[in-house]
């Protein structure tokens, strides 16, 4: 199931809950951007800037996740 976590301008940014091995990687490197609520993993790029934002996909081990514009 592709899940729809965030949308920035035209940019946006796709957490696949089934590829993820919940690491934490991402909660714990970019956890202003990056946190679970309600049992949900939110993203906010806003919260930090999209080098930070991309930096953190990119080093998902999982690859859960997919930058679109
Ligand atoms: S870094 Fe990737 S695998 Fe780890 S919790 Fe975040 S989305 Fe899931």
Known sequence: MRVKVRKESTMK????SNKCIHSGNCVNSLPTAFFIQDDKLIVKPENA???????????CPAKAFTVKE
């Open 49 to 59: 800037s999209w080098e930070e934002v991309l930096k953190v996909v990119s080093a």
């Open 13 to 16: 940014v796709i957490w696949d």
